[in-house]
């Protein structure tokens, strides 16, 4: 079986529940939902840190961040990033005869992308310079909370990157040998500043409220309380919210109309059906729930879920109609195992990931590989580090904070995890058991905090002071 061309568009805090095919909110996202129609829709998907960096250090090497040191943002702390000698996707990949592109914002590693197997690159760095040159005069008055682009579509992030990759798909077209494209975007990464057309497709003030935001962090950890004081929001109403989520969706707007390009391009060229095309997010954001912006010192879905759609006509068996699973995946440990299942390539020998090949064949997932619960980490950021574990099921998440109040929610009854009942007699068992697994998945992962064992008090016993 020929190998087949590879599209990874990994978007920069995209929300699961901000993309049409979700069926959560009016986001306005045609070419994904297309692209879900013919492939497969992971409504369970997580990543496992949401910060930046560390994310991206699991997309290259199918491990936990944490596993390899990279606690937070390399540009933030200095911290350990995945290195050009370990085992990559990426160099696996040109090691097959792949040819290897990327386009977007480099961050994985203060060394060169050349360095990992990639042949070409087109860096955020290129059209900086690029808008710089054309815009000399641009000036933005919102900061963080976004505000409509004065620069026209056609010079916009999203497209410029668009562009370059139709580019490279016209040329390769002709080539023989099969190619691995990876496109970080940027977008919707705050500051969102959407092009007028899309910015005006949104009316702020038919955007509901987030689920979580009525926030009152009753018996939640200090920490999300400073970080209201931090980003001097503590006042800040929804109406005060609408015009910052009303330009994270158009921004997600623009990106989908971008990404259909590259679609619309794969499909003239003859091409699509040989691609394994993957839409996903390295997290989610904020964007007002519970409060807050962007992604750190939390746990709550709305930065751990994301979306993930990865469709490959001449693999699937097109005969099956089952295209949503609520199997719990990882999008980045687990998509460089898909990777190298379908291609033939040993994944790494350490990988933490598991492959999602048979699902995408419309096989039911082996029990034993995908249990009924994920597990994702965090450690802080801009304000200093804070070290979280999480485990959520289809009914209840509990969360690790090793240096504050641990938080445990009732999703069936407080789906947007506003009532922490960590202290709740009636939810020792539960929160005993989820423990257990959460520490079999960390031990698994040689989690440095649970690697030592002196931290294992706070999981194995029912303490309280």
């Not at 580090?385 to 641990?406: A, G, H, M, P, V």
Request: net charge negative; hydrophobic share 30%; charged share 25%.
């Amino acid at each position: 079986m020929k190998k087949p061309n590879i599209l990874l568009f990994l978007a920069d805090q995209h929300r699961y529940d901000c993309v049409g095919c979700s069926n959560k909110r009016a986001v306005y996202t045609p070419n994904i939902d297309k692209l879900a129609e013919r492939g497969i829709v992971f409504d369970n998907a997580y990543c496992p840190t949401p910060v930046c960096a560390p994310a991206r250090q699991s997309f290259m090497s199918s491990k936990r961040a944490e596993s390899i040191g990279a606690l937070w943002n390399f540009g933030f702390v200095n911290t350990n990033t995945v290195q050009p000698s370990d085992w990559t996707i990426s160099k696996s990949l040109k090691d097959a005869g792949y040819e290897n592109i990327f386009v977007g914002a480099w961050d994985v590693s203060r060394t060169a992308p050349e360095q990992y197997g990639f042949d070409k690159t087109h860096l955020s760095k290129e059209y900086n310079r690029y808008i710089s040159e054309r815009y000399p005069d641009i000036k933005y008055n919102n900061s963080w909370f976004g505000e409509m682009n004065p620069i026209p579509y056609s010079d916009s992030r999203p497209k410029y990157y668009s562009d370059r990759v139709c580019e490279e798909l016209d040329r390769l077209k002709n080539e023989s040998r099969p190619w691995f494209i990876w496109v970080d975007g940027v977008d919707p990464h705050l500051p969102c500043r959407p092009s007028k057309e899309f910015y005006n497709m949104y009316n702020p003030s038919d955007i509901p409220p987030f689920g979580g935001f009525e926030e009152y962090f009753k018996n939640k950890p200090y920490i999300q309380k400073q970080q209201i004081l931090n980003w001097r929001l503590e006042n800040k109403s929804w109406e005060d919210w609408e015009e910052t989520v009303r330009c994270y969706y158009a921004m997600i707007t623009q990106i989908d109309h971008s990404f259909g390009l590259i679609i619309d391009k794969l499909k003239e060229s003859g091409m699509f059906d040989d691609t394994l095309v993957i839409y996903t997010s390295d997290h989610g954001d904020m964007c007002g729930s519970h409060r807050m912006i962007d992604k750190h010192y939390v746990m709550y879905d709305d930065v751990l879920r994301v979306p993930m759609i990865i469709s490959y006509p001449n693999f699937t068996d097109n005969s099956f109609t089952k295209h949503r699973y609520n199997t719990y995946v990882y999008n980045a440990l687990d998509i460089p195992n898909t990777i190298c299942d379908i291609c033939g390539l040993f994944p790494n020998p350490d990988t933490h990931g598991r492959s999602l090949a048979d699902i995408l064949k419309g096989n039911d997932p082996d029990k034993e590989l995908f249990p009924d619960y994920t597990v994702s980490c965090s450690n802080g950021q801009q304000f200093g580090s804070f070290t979280q574990r999480s485990i959520r099921t289809d009914k209840y998440k509990y969360i690790w904070n090793l240096t504050d109040i641990d938080e445990f929610y009732d999703l069936t009854a407080d789906p947007y995890e506003l009532e922490n009942r960590i202290n709740e007699s009636s939810c020792k068992s539960v929160i005993s058991d989820l423990r257990k697994l959460m520490k079999k998945e960390l031990a698994r992962c040689q989690d440095p905090f649970v690697k030592g064992g002196w931290l294992n008090r706070t999981l194995d016993e029912d303490i309280k002071l």
